[in-house]
């Protein structure tokens, strides 16, 4: 099983949809974050969790809500996904040096 | 404004010679930078971490070198493979956020095609 497991892989919804992406990580560590990726732009902090009870937000937060539900798991809410949502996100863990990423999901807002 | 810049036309070499990509940045004062390769569609992965106070750092055919004078990072791949075609993000470290824990803000990345 990898470190960190996204769901889903790939996704298409229409705009207004509230849309659910998830993250669980078997590595035990107390920081999570998530990314969007754009092409051009690079990868851009959303939000990020340093232990169950914190919840902090990123460079680009808006439109977007997180829930760490335990230790493993932190999913990312899109409320009213709109098509700049577009995008491949990823879920990160981190402790220590290195950040471990998950395979992603390609979020696609028509 | 911050910024960090990698460059963005893709560096085409042949097996076997040297590869070096370029991180620059601009009002930081990272505490460290790493260096991730990406595969089309799937997540970074950690390469090398370099610490503010080191020189250069090694490992394996990978060689890193910050200067903080320069604001700048070179990533070296020695006697390069095809299998290291890729993209490669440099990455900073600011400063511990408080709590212990560590915000990473990456570059946009430099595509490498390593050519037989």
């Known amino acids: 099983d990898a470190d960190v497991t996204q769901t889903p892989r790939n996704r298409i919804t229409k705009t207004g949809k509230r849309i659910m992406l998830e993250c669980s990580q078997t590595k035990g560590h107390d920081r999570m974050y998530w990314y969007r990726q754009d092409p051009g732009l690079g990868l851009r902090l959303i939000y990020y969790s340093f232990d169950v009870k914190d919840i902090n937000k990123g460079e680009i937060s808006d439109g977007y809500s997180v829930s760490r539900q335990a230790q493993a798991k932190f999913s990312l809410s899109l409320e009213s996904a709109i098509p700049n949502q577009t995008a491949l996100y990823f879920c990160?863990?981190?402790?220590?040096?290195?950040?471990?990423f998950g395979s992603g999901t390609r979020l696609t807002v028509v | 404004s911050q910024k960090i810049e990698q460059n963005s036309e893709a560096l085409n070499i042949q097996e076997g010679k040297t590869a070096t990509l370029t991180c620059n940045y601009t009002n930081y004062s990272p505490a460290y930078l790493q260096w991730y390769r990406q595969d089309p569609g799937r997540g970074p992965v950690f390469l090398l971490l370099i610490r503010e106070n080191e020189k250069e750092k090694r490992k394996e055919r990978l060689k890193v070198t910050f200067d903080t004078t320069l604001k700048q990072s070179l990533f070296h791949i020695t006697a390069s493979q095809p299998a290291d075609s890729a993209t490669y993000l440099c990455?900073?470290?600011?400063?511990?956020?408080?709590?212990?824990?560590?915000?990473?803000?990456f570059g946009t990345g430099t595509q490498l095609k390593v050519e037989l």
């Open positions: 990160a863990t981190s402790e220590g040096e290195g950040y471990t």
């Open positions: 990455a900073l470290v600011v400063g511990w956020v408080t709590g212990g824990g560590n915000k990473l803000t």
